[in-house]
């Protein structure tokens, strides 16, 4: 079983500033990928980032970026120069390696952005 | 651009009707896909994994003859929320995944359901 704990109900950060949204999980899983969303108040899911667990650098797209810990099983997605339209809720996901696995959610971080 | 399109966005209806959704995966062909539910302010709960040409593996809790799904065909599966009520009143999700496992899944912009 997978398990995806985000400690952090809501955030909030000054726009410019770099903010960090944690993510713990917990597998069996030998191999496994770890994911960020974006949830705007209007509903969609937007992908964000991804990273393997054998990947050897840490995932970077862009503004995101994933502080990946596997000794810890931590996840975390860091946003740097937090922009006004970052504000939404964030979820971090898991799924195992190989074929159509379905993947387990966290329970979402709201993030506020402040002018 | 948008790689799955799910269809209607919003729906309001009165109680006793069925209600189809829509998941169309529109350049590539995903032979299984996924539909969430989300409450107010909580996660996506996952309802049910549509793969083509078979029946669906629906999640504990969830009423496989409440919640018909259909995968008709390899960008397209269907969900049938029959004799709707106003608890079944949600936000429905559907993503789908492309064959490589290390690629996300991909999400429909979402059915925000009012049952009357």
């Known amino acids: ?17 770099a903010v960090t949204l944690d993510c713990t999980y917990d597998t069996s899983d030998p191999s496994y990928g770890l994911f960020w969303y974006k949830q705007p ?13 054998y ?41 195992p390696s190989g074929g159509y696995q379905k993947v387990t959610f966290g329970t979402g971080t709201k993030l506020q952005v402040i002018p | 651009g948008a790689v799955v399109s799910q269809h209607p966005s919003r729906v309001i209806c009165k109680s006793g ?13 995903a032979t299984t896909m996924f539909w969430y539910r989300q409450f107010p302010k909580q996660s ?10 078979s029946k669906a593996t629906y999640e504990q809790g969830v009423e496989k003859d409440k919640f018909l799904i259909n995968h008709a065909s390899l960008t397209l599966s269907t969900l049938t929320v029959t004799s709707a009520h106003p608890e079944d009143s949600s936000f429905y999700i559907c993503s789908a995944r492309r064959t490589l496992s290390n690629q996300p899944q991909h999400f429909g912009d979402g059915t925000r359901l009012s049952i009357l």
């Open chain 1, 55 to 95: 990947d050897q650098q840490n995932a970077t797209e862009g503004r995101y970026s994933l502080n990946f810990q596997k000794a810890r099983k931590s996840a975390n997605l860091v946003i740097s120069a937090s922009q006004l339209g970052d504000s939404a809720m964030y979820f971090c996901a898991m799924s």
């Open chain 1, 1 to 17: 079983a997978q398990k995806i704990t985000q400690t952090q109900p809501g955030m909030f950060v000054q726009e410019k500033e």
């Open chain 2, 17 to 29: 009707t069925s209600v189809k959704i829509e998941c169309r995966s529109l350049d590539f062909q």
């Open chain 2, 44 to 53: 996506l709960m996952l309802m049910a994994t549509s793969n083509e040409g």
């Open chain 1, 41 to 53: 108040s209007s509903g969609e899911m937007i992908f964000l980032i991804y990273q393997g667990s």
